[in-house]
C-alpha cells in the first residue's frame, strides 16, 4: 500500500490481509493512519494497492487496484474491518500484562489443563502458532466408578454417545412411525390398535448399541492422541493441581508425582454433573455413566428437566424403555416457552411420562436391587435406574486456584475470567469452566482457538459468546439461535417486537398415519423498531441441528426480517418454512399452514 506521501509502507510486508488488518487495529487505522513509524497522515488522497513490494515512486504499472481518496479507502478497509449493518461492532480484547516474554525460562510456553474441547483446541493452536504446549488430562471416575479416555466430555460421556443413542431411537421410531407407508416392510413392528410401539430392545441389542459407541468413541481418544502428537503438544496423563502461579504438581494414577513449569497456563477443566441432594442419592447414576451401563437400564427416572434429563429420557423411551421425568419447575428453563411446551407435549405423546413440580426426597434400594423411589408430594414408585440430570459443577475445588489466587464463583465453583482471563494475569480458563461460557462444545472450541491467538499469534480478537446456535436432542429436536420471545418481550417490551411463525407438517412424516398429531414449528422474533433486525430463530423439528447452523451465520451479521424473506428457499424442505415466515402473532391469525 503506497501513501503520495512517497512514504513505502510497501517495505513492511504484511503478507495477508489479516496481518495487514491486524497493523491497522493495532497501530494506523484507527489514529488517522499512523504509520508504523508513528508518523500521523491526516490526510491520504490516493491510494492504491500495488502488485509488489517494490521500493521507489509508485509506477502505474505496479498498481493492482485503485482505490481512490480516503473515503474509499476507508469503506474498503471497512470491508473487512466491521461487521455488516446493523451488527454490534466488535470490541478488541484487553488483556493484562501477564509478563509473558520469549526468555521466560519456564519449561513451557503453555500448559493446558484439561484435555476436553476447550483444552485440546487451544493446545493445538498454540503449537501451530510456535508456542512450547503441554496439555495434562486425567479422568476422574465418577462415584459409580466409570472413567474414560481423552477427548473430555463431549466425545466420552456427552454430545457423541448422546447423539448416536438419539440417532438410533430416532431410526426406530422412522421404522415403527413411517417405514410400512413407504412399503418397506417391518414385520412384527406395526403399531397396535393402541398405537403403542412393540419392543424391540431386548438386552443383548441394548449390549449392541453401546458396544458399538463405545468401540467408535475408543477410536476417537486414539485419534485425538495421534492429533497432539502431530501438533508437538507433550500429553501428559496426570492431574494437575496449582502449587504457584508457574507451578503444578502432577499425580498419575499410580499416585507418583511430578512437577511442570509454564510461562502461561490454560485451565480448561470442564465440570462434572451436580449429584442430587435428597437421602440415598448415591444410587443414582449420571451422564458420566449412563453410556456404559452394562445392563439394560429397564425402567428410569430421569430427574431435572433441562438439556441433558430431555435428551436422556428422550433416547432411552425411543429404545422403548419406561421412562419417567422429574421435573421441578419447567422443561428447559431459558429457553423459549412456546417451544419448550411443544416439545413436552411430542415427548409425552411419544411415551415419556412427566411428574410434574416433584424432587425426590428419598432414593431406597429394594431387595431386588430395583430403587424405591419417595417424591416431595409424598408420591412414591420404583424404578431400575434412576439417573440424576439437575445441573453441573466445575471440576475447581481440587486445582489449588486458591494457591494462585484465581477467583471463582462460590455458587458454581466456575472461573472468573474476562476475555478467558483469571484473577491470575498468566493463568486463563474456556470452556465449561469458565463463568458466563455457554456449555457447549464449540463454544469452548471457539474459545480455546481465539485465546491462542491472541497469546501466540498477535490478535487482539475477543471470543464472541453471542448468537451462538444451540440444538436440544429431543425426540422432536429443537435448535434456536438468539433470544426466545420471552427475553425479547423482556428486553424490548411486547410492543416492540413481532413474532412471525408457522406450523406445518414436515414433508418426511406426510404419509404416516402415525405423525399427523407431530406438527414442527418455527417462528422468529424481530426488533420492529430496528429495520425488523432478527432478534431470535427458532425451529423445533426433523434435523433441528442441520436447519439452524447457516442462519447462525446471517445472525451474526444483523439479519433483518427483509433478507431472510428475499432469501430463496431449498424447497421441500423444512429450512425453507423459516425463510417464508409471513404470519405475525399479533395478526391472530392460524399459525398452521397450508400445503406446498
Ligand atoms: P471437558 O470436555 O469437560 O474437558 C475437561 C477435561 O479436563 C476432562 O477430560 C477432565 O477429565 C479433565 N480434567 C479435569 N480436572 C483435571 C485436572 N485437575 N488435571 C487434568 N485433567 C483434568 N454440547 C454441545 O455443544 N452439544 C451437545 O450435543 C452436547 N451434549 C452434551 C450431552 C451431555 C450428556 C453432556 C454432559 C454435555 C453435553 N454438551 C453438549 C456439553 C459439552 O460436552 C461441553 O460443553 C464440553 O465438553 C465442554 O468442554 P470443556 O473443554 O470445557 O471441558
Ligand atoms: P441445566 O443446568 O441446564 O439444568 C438443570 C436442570 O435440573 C433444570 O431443569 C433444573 O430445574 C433441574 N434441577 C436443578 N436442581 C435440581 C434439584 N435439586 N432437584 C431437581 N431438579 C433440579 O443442566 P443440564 O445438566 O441439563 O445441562 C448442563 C449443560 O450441558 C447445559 O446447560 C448445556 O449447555 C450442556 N448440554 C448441552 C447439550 C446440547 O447442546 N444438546 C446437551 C446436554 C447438555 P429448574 O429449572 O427448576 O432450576
Same mark, same amino acid.
Given at each position: 500500500?503506497?501513501?503520495?506521501?512517497?512514504?513505502?509502507?510497501?517495505?513492511?510486508?504484511?503478507?495477508?490481509?489479516?496481518?495487514?488488518?491486524?497493523?491497522?487495529?493495532?497501530?494506523?487505522?484507527?489514529?488517522?493512519?499512523?504509520?508504523?513509524?508513528?508518523?500521523?497522515?491526516?490526510?491520504?488522497?490516493?491510494?492504491?494497492?500495488?502488485?509488489?513490494?517494490?521500493?521507489?515512486?509508485?509506477?502505474?504499472?505496479?498498481?493492482?487496484?485503485?482505490?481512490?481518496?480516503?473515503?474509499?479507502?476507508?469503506?474498503?478497509?471497512?470491508?473487512?474491518?466491521?461487521?455488516?449493518?446493523?451488527?454490534?461492532?466488535?470490541?478488541?480484547?484487553?488483556?493484562?500484562?501477564?509478563?509473558?516474554?520469549?526468555?521466560?525460562?519456564?519449561?513451557?510456553?503453555?500448559?493446558?489443563?484439561?484435555?476436553?474441547?476447550?483444552?485440546?483446541?487451544?493446545?493445538?493452536?498454540?503449537?501451530?502458532?510456535?508456542?512450547?504446549?503441554?496439555?495434562?488430562?486425567?479422568?476422574?471416575?465418577?462415584?459409580?466408578?466409570?472413567?474414560?479416555?481423552?477427548?473430555?466430555?463431549?466425545?466420552?460421556?456427552?454430545?457423541?454417545?448422546k447423539k448416536?443413542y438419539h440417532i438410533g431411537a430416532t431410526l426406530r421410531e422412522s421404522?415403527h412411525a413411517d417405514?410400512?407407508?413407504?412399503?418397506?416392510?417391518?414385520?412384527?413392528?406395526?403399531p397396535?390398535?393402541l398405537g403403542q410401539l412393540?419392543t424391540?430392545q431386548?438386552?443383548?441389542?441394548?449390549?449392541?448399541?453401546?458396544?458399538?459407541?463405545?468401540?467408535?468413541?475408543?477410536?476417537?481418544?486414539?485419534?485425538?492422541?495421534?492429533?497432539?502428537?502431530?501438533?508437538?503438544?507433550?500429553?501428559?496423563?496426570?492431574?494437575?493441581?496449582?502449587?504457584?502461579?508457574?507451578?503444578?504438581?502432577?499425580?498419575?494414577?499410580?499416585?507418583?508425582?511430578?512437577? #511442570? %513449569?509454564? /510461562?502461561?497456563?490454560?485451565?480448561? =477443566?470442564?465440570?462434572?454433573?451436580?449429584?442430587?441432594?435428597?437421602?440415598? @442419592? *448415591?444410587?443414582?447414576?449420571?451422564s458420566?455413566?449412563v453410556?456404559?451401563?452394562?445392563?439394560?437400564p429397564?425402567k428410569v427416572l430421569c430427574v431435572g428437566a433441562s438439556y441433558i434429563s430431555l435428551e436422556c429420557a428422550g433416547f432411552l423411551a425411543g429404545m422403548s424403555k419406561d421412562v419417567t421425568v422429574a421435573v421441578r419447575s419447567i422443561l428447559l428453563r431459558g429457553f423459549d416457552r412456546e417451544c419448550s411446551e411443544r416439545i413436552g407435549n411430542f415427548m409425552q405423546q411419544h411415551g415419556v411420562n412427566f411428574k410434574m413440580k416433584v424432587?425426590?426426597?428419598?432414593?431406597?434400594?429394594?431387595?431386588?436391587?430395583?430403587?424405591? #423411589? %419417595?417424591? /416431595?408430594?409424598?408420591?412414591?414408585d =420404583?424404578y431400575?435406574t434412576?439417573l440424576?440430570a439437575v445441573?453441573?459443577? @466445575? *471440576?475447581?475445588?481440587?486445582?489449588?486456584?486458591?494457591?494462585?489466587?484465581?477467583?471463582?464463583?462460590?455458587?458454581?465453583?466456575?472461573?472468573?475470567?474476562?476475555?478467558?482471563?483469571?484473577?491470575?494475569?498468566?493463568?486463563?480458563?474456556?470452556?465449561?469452566?469458565?463463568?458466563?461460557?455457554?456449555?457447549?462444545?464449540?463454544?469452548?472450541?471457539?474459545?480455546?482457538?481465539?485465546?491462542?491467538?491472541?497469546?501466540?499469534?498477535?490478535?487482539?480478537?475477543?471470543?464472541?459468546?453471542?448468537?451462538?446456535?444451540t440444538t436440544v436432542f429431543t425426540p422432536i429436536e429443537y435448535s434456536c439461535?438468539?433470544?426466545?420471545?420471552?427475553?425479547?418481550?423482556?428486553?424490548?417490551?411486547?410492543?416492540?417486537?413481532?413474532?412471525?411463525?408457522?406450523e406445518?407438517?414436515p414433508?418426511?412424516w406426510?404419509?404416516s398415519?402415525n405423525r399427523h398429531d407431530s406438527n414442527a414449528f418455527?417462528?422468529?422474533?424481530?426488533?420492529?423498531?430496528?429495520?425488523?433486525?432478527?432478534?431470535?430463530?427458532h425451529y423445533v423439528g426433523p434435523n433441528a441441528g442441520?436447519?439452524?447452523?447457516?442462519?447462525?451465520?446471517?445472525?451474526?451479521?444483523?439479519?433483518?426480517?427483509?433478507?431472510?424473506?428475499?432469501?430463496?428457499?431449498?424447497?421441500?424442505?423444512?429450512?425453507?418454512?423459516?425463510?417464508?415466515?409471513?404470519?405475525?402473532?399479533?395478526?391472530?391469525?392460524?399459525?398452521?399452514?397450508?400445503?406446498?
Amino acid at each position: 500500500l503506497l501513501f503520495p506521501s512517497r512514504l513505502k509502507i510497501v517495505e513492511h510486508d504484511f503478507g495477508d490481509r489479516t496481518k495487514f488488518r491486524q497493523w491497522l487495529v493495532d497501530d494506523g487505522f484507527r489514529n488517522n493512519f499512523r504509520d508504523p513509524m508513528g508518523k500521523e497522515h491526516v490526510s491520504c488522497p490516493i491510494i492504491w494497492i500495488s502488485k509488489s513490494l517494490k521500493d521507489g515512486d509508485p509506477d502505474p504499472a505496479d498498481i493492482e487496484k485503485y482505490l481512490g481518496g480516503y473515503d474509499k479507502t476507508l469503506d474498503w478497509c471497512r470491508d473487512f474491518m466491521e461487521p455488516a449493518d446493523g451488527a454490534d461492532a466488535k470490541p478488541e480484547a484487553v488483556m493484562v500484562d501477564d509478563g509473558h516474554t520469549p526468555d521466560h525460562g519456564y519449561e513451557y510456553d503453555l500448559v493446558v489443563i484439561g484435555g476436553g474441547s476447550g483444552g485440546m483446541a487451544a493446545a493445538k493452536e498454540a503449537a501451530s502458532l510456535g508456542a512450547k504446549v503441554a496439555l495434562c488430562d486425567f479422568v476422574k471416575p465418577s462415584p459409580q466408578g466409570t472413567s474414560w479416555g481423552l477427548g473430555g466430555t463431549c466425545v466420552n460421556v456427552g454430545c457423541i454417545p448422546k447423539k448416536l443413542y438419539h440417532i438410533g431411537a430416532t431410526l426406530r421410531e422412522s421404522i415403527h412411525a413411517d417405514a410400512n407407508y413407504f412399503g418397506i416392510s417391518t414385520l412384527g413392528t406395526q403399531p397396535d390398535e393402541l398405537g403403542q410401539l412393540p419392543t424391540i430392545q431386548t438386552e443383548s441389542q441394548w449390549n449392541v448399541v453401546k458396544d458399538n459407541i463405545q468401540n467408535y468413541i475408543r477410536s476417537l481418544n486414539f485419534k485425538y492422541r495421534v492429533r497432539l502428537r502431530e501438533k508437538s503438544v507433550q500429553y501428559i496423563n496426570k492431574l494437575a493441581t496449582f502449587k504457584d502461579a508457574h507451578t503444578v504438581e502432577l499425580v498419575d494414577k499410580k499416585g507418583r508425582t511430578s512437577e #511442570v %513449569t509454564a /510461562s502461561r497456563f490454560l485451565v480448561a =477443566v470442564g465440570g462434572r454433573p451436580t449429584p442430587l441432594d435428597c437421602e440415598g @442419592a *448415591d444410587l443414582a447414576i449420571s451422564s458420566d455413566d449412563v453410556f456404559f451401563l452394562e445392563k439394560d437400564p429397564g425402567k428410569v427416572l430421569c430427574v431435572g428437566a433441562s438439556y441433558i434429563s430431555l435428551e436422556c429420557a428422550g433416547f432411552l423411551a425411543g429404545m422403548s424403555k419406561d421412562v419417567t421425568v422429574a421435573v421441578r419447575s419447567i422443561l428447559l428453563r431459558g429457553f423459549d416457552r412456546e417451544c419448550s411446551e411443544r416439545i413436552g407435549n411430542f415427548m409425552q405423546q411419544h411415551g415419556v411420562n412427566f411428574k410434574m413440580k416433584v424432587t425426590p426426597s428419598k432414593l431406597e434400594k429394594l431387595e431386588d436391587d430395583r430403587i424405591k #423411589v %419417595t417424591f /416431595s408430594d409424598g408420591s412414591e414408585d =420404583v424404578y431400575d435406574t434412576v439417573l440424576g440430570a439437575v445441573g453441573r459443577t @466445575a *471440576d475447581t475445588a481440587k486445582l489449588g486456584l486458591e494457591n494462585v489466587n484465581v477467583q471463582t464463583n462460590p455458587k458454581n465453583l466456575k472461573i472468573v475470567a474476562k476475555n478467558e482471563q483469571s484473577t491470575c494475569p498468566n493463568i486463563y480458563a474456556v470452556g465449561d469452566v469458565m463463568e458466563g461460557c455457554p456449555e457447549l462444545t464449540p463454544v469452548a472450541i471457539q474459545a480455546g482457538i481465539s485465546l491462542a491467538r491472541r497469546l501466540f499469534g498477535g490478535s487482539k480478537e475477543p471470543m464472541d459468546y453471542v448468537n451462538v446456535c444451540t440444538t436440544v436432542f429431543t425426540p422432536i429436536e429443537y435448535s434456536c439461535v438468539g433470544l426466545s420471545e420471552d427475553d425479547a418481550i423482556e428486553k424490548y417490551g411486547q410492543d416492540g417486537i413481532e413474532v412471525y411463525h408457522r406450523e406445518f407438517l414436515p414433508l418426511e412424516w406426510s404419509l404416516s398415519q402415525n405423525r399427523h398429531d407431530s406438527n414442527a414449528f418455527a417462528k422468529i422474533v424481530v426488533d420492529k423498531t430496528a429495520k425488523e433486525r432478527v432478534l431470535g430463530i427458532h425451529y423445533v423439528g426433523p434435523n433441528a441441528g442441520e436447519v439452524m447452523q447457516g442462519y447462525g451465520i446471517s445472525m451474526k451479521n444483523g439479519l433483518t426480517y427483509r433478507q431472510l424473506t428475499d432469501t430463496v428457499g431449498i424447497h421441500p424442505t423444512s429450512s425453507e418454512e423459516i425463510v417464508t415466515l409471513a404470519i405475525t402473532k399479533s395478526s391472530g391469525e392460524d399459525a398452521a399452514a397450508g400445503g406446498c
